[in-house]
């Protein structure tokens, strides 16, 4: 998103051409408008060099003529920022304001590790060092986001998960961090999700390993049922 700033300096670039003092043909030739300076914020100082990279084009390029296509076309292809707004400071300055997008788990791809990013795009990952679940078997992006959402509406803590695992059927486990596995059902999700929490609040349950909720009405834990 381009927003302008300056606005006395755009009035009086505007009585300039009204005047006729400057046309539009070389107006885009005026030094006084080339970007000299790209400022990013919003990462970290590695992954700036990499979008200054991408952003290199924009140098000498007329500030007031700047393309707001090809700076759609060089985030498109950025995985790790999930939304920015770019700003003309005039004479020569295009400042570019972003917000990374969050990690939300570990994926396995093609051998390869992969960050899930809040953005629903996957970002290799280069350090696995990071407090998040790894996710397990095939599944789609929109369901495991969805899941999360259902999470962090339920009395169940998302950061409390290790590991998430997928079945062809639909159907999720989920281990938390204490090791204990919850099977949970296709349906009710939050409804599971809630009694799973209070399961694991009571003292009776403290040597838990197991929960299972696969069938409506019946909790197994441990084996037993009740």
């Known amino acids: 998103m ?6 006395r300096f755009l009035i009086y670039i ?6 006729g003092t400057i046309n539009n043909r070389n107006l885009k030739e005026v030094d ?11 990462l970290e100082a590695s992954e700036k060099k990499e979008l200054s990279k991408k952003l290199n084009f924009f140098y000498f390029k007329n500030l007031f003529f700047l393309d707001r296509s090809r700076i759609e076309e060089v985030f498109k292809d950025n995985n790790l920022v999930e939304t920015y707004q770019v700003f003309k400071k005039y004479p020569s300055t295009l400042k570019v304001k972003t917000r ?5 788990a570990y994926v396995k791809k093609d051998d390869k590790i992969f960050y899930l990013g809040s953005n629903s795009k996957l970002i290799e990952a280069q350090n696995k060092n990071d407090k998040i679940p790894f996710i397990f078997g095939t599944f789609e992006i929109k369901n495991f986001l969805d899941l999360k959402k259902i999470i962090e509406e339920s009395k169940f803590n998302f950061s409390e998960i290790k590991n998430f695992f997928f079945f062809p059927s639909g159907r999720i486990d989920i281990e938390t961090n204490k090791g204990i596995f919850i099977k949970l059902p296709i349906n009710e999700l939050r409804e599971s999700l809630d ?3 209070l399961i ?10 197991i929960i299972d909720l696969r069938q409506k009405n019946q909790v197994i834990i441990n084996g037993k049922q009740f």
């Open 100 to 104: 990374k997008t969050k990690f939300l």
């Open 32 to 42: 006084l408008f080339q970007i000299s300076e790209i400022n990013i914020s919003g």
């Open 195 to 197: 009694l799973s929490f």
């Open 200 to 209: 694991l609040q009571n003292p009776k349950f403290e040597k838990i390993k």
């Open 14 to 19: 505007f009585l300039l051409i009204l005047l």
């Open 2 to 7: 381009l927003q302008l700033t300056n606005k």
